[in-house]
């Protein structure tokens, strides 16, 4: 599709297609199971099938009030089925089109500290673009 000279690989080249997403209404046990069982770091929250949020293993265990309480085990994982993903989502996700390069990607991720960048056209989810992503653009170059 690139029929540049240059080698400019854009973000439709390096992200996931169709990520794992939840609703703001799902609860962290349902979070946690599908990032343990799916060995992924983030995900995209949706509402109506437009992007409203974004959930990381950060926010995970920065939420995990429960783990600071001591608890563990069968009391913590009933606590967690208790907390909303809207509670500790994280909202006006920064986002990035698939057109554009990985590069620019990159640059984003660093300047904001983030570790993936859904990737949005024309209001819709179309994938979602990691920091294991970008390293893999780099051992391929």
């Known amino acids: 599709m690139s029929a ?15 990520p794992q997403v939840l609703s703001r209404t799902e609860t962290l046990d349902l979070a946690d199971d599908i990032m343990t069982m799916g060995r992924i770091r983030h995900l995209p ?6 992007l409203v949020g974004i959930i990381s293993q950060r926010d995970m265990f920065r939420s995990a009030a429960v783990a600071a309480l001591g608890f563990v085990g069968d009391t913590q994982r009933a606590l967690i089925k208790t907390i909303r993903i809207k509670e500790i ?36 989810l179309i994938g979602i673009i990691t920091e294991t992503d970008i390293l893999r653009y780099v051992v391929e170059r």
Do not use: H
Request: aromatic content about 2%; proline content about 5%; hydrophobic content about 40%.
């Open 4 to 18: 540049s000279s240059e080698p400019a690989m854009t973000v439709k080249d390096f992200m996931t297609e169709n």
């Open 89 to 124: 989502m994280t909202e006006n996700v920064v986002t990035i089109s698939p057109d554009a390069s990985v590069k620019e990607a990159a640059r984003i991720m660093i300047d904001k500290k983030i570790g993936c960048l859904p990737v949005v056209e024309a209001k819709k």
């Open 45 to 50: 929250i949706l509402e109506d099938g437009e």
